[in-house]
T-cell receptor, first 115, second 113 residues
Framework: EAQVTQNPRYLITVTGKKLTVTCSQN?????MSWYRQDPGLGLRQIYY???????DKGDVPEGYKVSRKEKRNFPLILESPSPNQTSLYFC??????????????FGNGTRLTVT | SQQGEEDPQALSIQEGENATMNCSYK?????LQWYRQNSGRGLVHLIL?????REKHSGRLRVTLDTSKKSSSLLITASRAADTASYFC?????????????FGKGTTLSVSS
């Protein structure tokens, strides 16, 4: 089954404790992206990647890191989480054509709480 | 940054009625996509319309695109309670493939039986 798998689904942590949210897709997609969703702000893009070893900042990259060492994986790293990073996070992937980004496949989300 | 903006923010209708949501964006695009999100879940792709298309249908969904006005609309006909969800438009810029896909803030649709 084609899917994007995020782990964990729920995470509660304390300020400053490094964490990683994993994302894996089994569709051989080139494009992968991380979004955060906050009430009243919609989905905002954190980072995206067009292919292995190619990553770019989205609208809200501060406080986050990503890596794309393999095509299927795109982990999101919070080196020193802060309470303002409490949010619902989504990973998504798609293929890329010459006419733009194809439909995104989303993971089920990770609800992160930083106290 | 470029962003689609949906209108209205919230919409409440009765089952069987039609629901129309609008999206406006700022710069030229390759394509525009609509997504649905059930509460707290991942978004699900509904329909993609390319910049050279004006209208597209998928089941009870009808999407229009007016590039001169930089706007799109999503029409759901004969709505059902199961259509209750948030709906988002997303756009990518008219550049080489490799641009971020930017989402609007969404329209929350509530369909009551």
């Amino acid at each position: 089954e084609a899917q994007v798998t995020q782990n964990p689904r729920y995470l509660i942590t304390v300020t400053g404790k490094k964490l990683t949210v994993t994302c894996s897709q089994n569709m051989n997609h080139e494009y992968m992206s991380w979004y955060r969703q906050d009430p009243g702000l919609g989905l905002r893009q954190i980072y995206y990647s067009m292919n292995v070893e190619v990553t770019d900042k989205g609208d809200v990259p501060e406080g986050y890191k990503v890596s794309r060492k393999e095509k299927r994986n795109f982990p999101l790293i919070l080196e020193s989480p802060s309470p303002n990073q409490t949010s619902l996070y989504f990973c998504a992937s798609s293929s890329v054509t010459g006419t733009g980004v194809s439909p995104l496949h989303f993971g089920n989300g990770t609800r992160l709480t930083v106290t | 940054s470029q962003q689609g903006e949906e209108d209205p923010q919230a919409l409440s209708i009765q089952e069987g009625e039609n629901a129309t949501m609008n999206c406006s964006y700022k710069t030229s695009i390759n394509n525009l996509q609509w997504y649905r999100q059930n509460s707290g879940r991942g978004l699900v792709h509904l329909i993609l319309i390319r910049s050279n298309e004006r209208e597209k249908h998928s089941g009870r969904l009808r999407v229009t695109l007016d590039t001169s006005k930089k706007s799109s609309s999503l029409l759901i006909t004969a709505s059902r309670a199961a259509d209750t969800a948030s709906y988002f438009c997303a756009t990518d810029a008219d550049k080489q493939a490799g641009t971020a896909l930017i989402f609007g803030k969404g329209t929350t649709l509530s369909v009551s039986s």
